[in-house]
Structure formats: C-alpha cells, structure tokens
C-alpha cells in the first residue's frame, strides 16, 4: 500500500517521526496515555536505554543471497518476528483503532493481540486480519465475565490466550493524573469542559472522535446481568482483577488452546508459568507503566530464557523502536518481541496506514540489520552477534 503524503519517507523515516506525527494530530490527553509511563518513569526510560548496552558483532565478506526474516511461534509461521501486543483505548487514538491494527498486522503476516479494554468487538477484530490473532484477558468484572470473553474468543477462532498478569491495580500514571483522564472518561458532561482548547486545536481527531460515538464502552468485557462495561469503569474493576496463579488454574480449564503469560521479569514466574502450563511467557513490564523501577525487560530477558530452559517459548516487549532492538533482543534469546508503542504512534498518527507505516520501517530495519550483520536468517541469530556491555553484570 502507497503511504499517504504525510507518512512518505523522508518525512518519516522512523518510529521516532511517526511518535512526532502522533504527538501532532493527538490531543495531550491522549498522546500522553500512550507515550506515558508510571511513576517517574524510570522504567520507561530504562527500556530503551538497555538496547544500548548491548552492540553488534557482524560478519563481515559474507554473501546474503536471501535474507529471511520468518518465524515460528506457537507453531505459527509468521513473515516477521514481531508482533502487536494489546494496546488498551485504542479507538481513543483513532477510530479504526483495534480493528485497523488487526488488519495491518495480518497485512504485514504477523499476529496482533486483542487488549480485553477494546472498543470493538473481539468478533470484528479478528474477522479484519489475514493473520491469527490472539486475545490478551483481565480478569475485570469476575470470572463469569471473563469466561464470556474466552467463550466467544475461542468461537471467533482466536489462537492463543494471553493472561497479563502485572496488573494487580492499574499503576500510577503521572501524566494521566494531571491531564484529567478519569475526568474525561467520566460521565459528567461539564468535567469534560477544560479540553475543550486542546480538543478543537486538533479538529480532526475531535470530528472523527465524534462521528464514532465519542466513548464507547467496552463491548468485550459483558457483564452478567449488565451488559458491556462502561471505560470509566475500568480502573477500579482492575483493582480487584488482580491474576493469581490459581486464577490461572481456573483459566487453564476453560481456555483449551495454548496460553501465554505476560509480565514475567524473574526466573522464579517464568517457571511457575510453564509449570502452569504456559506454553509462552512474554518479559515485560507493560512498557513502564505498571510497577515503577522494575529492571529493562532487555536486561531479564537472560535469566528467563535460563530459567525457562526450552520448556517454553520466550517472547519479550518493551522500548523496541528500531529492527536491531528486534535482533538484539533475538540474539539473547527471544523466539520473537511485541510491539507496543511502535505500532501505537502509527495508529495516532494515521490509523491502519500508520500501523502499516510502522511495520514497513521494522521489516526494513531488520532486513537492513540481518544483512549488515552478515545473517541470513532469524532463524540464525545467536547469542555470538552481540556484544553485552560488562556495566549489565552486577558488581
Ligand atoms: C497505551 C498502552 C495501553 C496498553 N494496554 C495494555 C493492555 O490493555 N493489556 C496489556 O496486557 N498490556 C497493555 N499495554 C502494554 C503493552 O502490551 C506492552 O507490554 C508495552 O506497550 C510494550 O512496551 P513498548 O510500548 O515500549 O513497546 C499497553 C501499553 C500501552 C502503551
């Protein structure tokens, strides 16, 4: 697909550009919900700064007739081994938001994953991808909710259930605090007043926001009794939807097909995951917007992979803006990384052309990285294509 204008190199070259193009077209409120972080975002910044801890040792004079970026996960065969991961709100930042994600994943031949706080049905969510795509659950609204969700993921024809399990509450969100988000999402029409000015400075978000309906509610998490959850709603539901492991023994009976765990950063969860029968665990610490000061999923990424020992696939997101942060994190030991931000930015910007904009840079940064490096494939890297700086070792 042709990018539209604004999108076009060399306006955007990379993810960093189309996180300037969000930043224009989104107002505050909005773009600091995505770009934002927890806390002093400590572990915002970390996840990005730890891709520079580690450089490259390429192979040079070697010849790449074919350079290969396919992957297998779950025993899905994907074009490139990055994939989407769930983006709550995302019709907030535009409204084609999951369904446009979905449809630019499957597209570019990789998975997307459905956030349980989505504006659009699960069942036109996956009906928009070429691709599989996988259903990612809170537990919000109890168990009989959720099992609604799974009910209707697995008849929809979803692959994987993903259970995030670092969101015991909602984490501290500085930015949305001050900017008035609950106020925004709430039901008083004259707390809605003071964004008025940086609504109409950016008409364009405002007109499409309106013609959508303005705030849905969440048609995915249905109550008993109640119907679908109303988005205000959702911040004091996650305070009691923290995931225990016997919630995952509850889920493990009701979802048949393989399930993931994500928000693993230590070797004692990742194996008490796989002995829960997680057939995937992901690193992450929710791109630094749960637990402030947590360590760069990078940096754990080693000792779950040790820990996990090929019991399990091993997935990891977090601060990935460039292809080489793919393959660095590939390199030690990733079967393959999410997406959060980077796809984020692009649908903010432009909605399923910016998704599609943003995996075109990735797939042509990993191309470009493979080749420099002197790799044929991702099924080649290794641990000996990178260099770990010593300062990562304690003492
Ligand atoms: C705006 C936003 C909303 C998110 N919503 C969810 C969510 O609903 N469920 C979830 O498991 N993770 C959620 N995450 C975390 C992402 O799935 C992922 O772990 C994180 O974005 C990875 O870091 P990155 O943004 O630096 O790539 C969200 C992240 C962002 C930025």
Same mark, same amino acid.
């Given at each position: 697909?042709?990018? &539209?204008?604004?999108? $076009? ?23 600091? %919900? ?38 297998? !996960?779950?025993?899905?065969? /994907? ?9 709550? %709100? ?21 998975? %997307? ?24 659950? %809170? /537990? ?28 015991? *509450? ?18 008083? &029409? ?16 405002? @007109? *499409? ?8 509610? /969440?048609?995915?998490?249905?109550? &008993? ?5 109303? +988005? ?6 996650? @305070?009691?939807?923290? +995931? ?20 693993? #950063? ?6 008490? $995951?796989?002995?829960?029968? $997680? ?11 749960? #637990?402030?000061?947590?360590? $760069?999923?990078?940096?754990? #990424? ?18 990935? *803006? ?15 990384? #999410? ?16 998704? @599609? ?13 493979? *080749?420099?490096?002197?790799? &044929? ?8 294509? !990178? ?9």
């Amino acid at each position: 697909m042709k990018p &539209p204008r604004a999108l $076009a190199s060399p306006r955007v070259v990379n993810i960093d550009d189309l996180r300037t193009l969000a930043w224009r077209r989104l107002p505050k409120v909005v773009f600091d %919900y995505l770009d934002g972080g927890a806390e002093a975002e400590f572990t915002l910044r970390e996840n990005q700064r730890a891709f520079q801890g580690v450089t490259f040792r390429p192979r040079n004079a070697v010849a790449i007739p074919q350079c290969d970026q396919r992957t297998r !996960v779950l025993g899905l065969d /994907l074009s490139f081994p990055a994939l989407l991961a769930p983006v709550g %709100y995302s019709r907030m930042m535009h409204p084609g938001g999951e369904v446009a994600a979905s449809r630019a994943a499957g597209a570019a031949g990789t998975v %997307y994953i459905l956030s349980t706080i989505s504006g659009h049905k699960l069942e036109d969510v996956k009906a928009a991808s070429s691709a599989p795509v996988w259903y990612q659950l %809170y /537990l919000v609204g109890g168990r009989e909710t959720a099992e609604g969700a799974i009910e209707r993921a697995r008849v929809a024809g979803f692959s994987a259930l993903v259970v995030t399990i670092d969101t015991a *509450r909602a984490g501290m969100r500085e930015r949305d605090f001050r900017n008035g988000m609950i106020e925004l999402l709430g039901r008083k &029409p004259l707390a809605k007043l003071p964004f008025l000015a940086q609504f109409l400075a950016r008409p364009r978000w405002l @007109t *499409r926001f309106f013609l959508d309906g303005g705030v849905p509610r /969440l048609p995915n998490i249905v109550i &008993p009794g109640q119907g679908p959850m109303p +988005v205000i709603d959702v911040s004091a539901a996650l @305070t009691q939807a923290n +995931v225990t492991w016997e919630d995952l023994q509850w889920i493990r009976k009701v979802w048949r097909g393989p399930l993931v765990v994500k928000g693993v #950063l230590t070797g004692e969860d990742a194996r008490r $995951a796989v002995d829960e029968g $997680a057939a995937a665990v992901v690193v992450s610490n929710h791109g630094g917007r749960q #637990l402030d000061c947590v360590s $760069a999923t990078l940096r754990a #990424l080693p000792e779950v992979v040790a820990a996990v020992d090929g019991r399990a696939e091993v997935l990891m997101d977090g601060g990935i *803006r460039r292809g080489a942060d793919i393959i660095k994190a590939i390199c030690l030991g990733a079967r393959a990384v #999410l997406i959060g931000r980077a796809y984020a930015y692009g649908l903010g910007a432009a909605g399923e052309a910016g998704v @599609t904009r943003a995996l075109q840079i990735l797939r042509a940064d990993v191309e470009r990285t493979l *080749r420099l490096l002197g790799c &044929p494939s991702i099924a080649a890297l290794n641990r000996s294509y !990178v260099e770990v700086s010593p300062s990562w070792q304690p003492g």
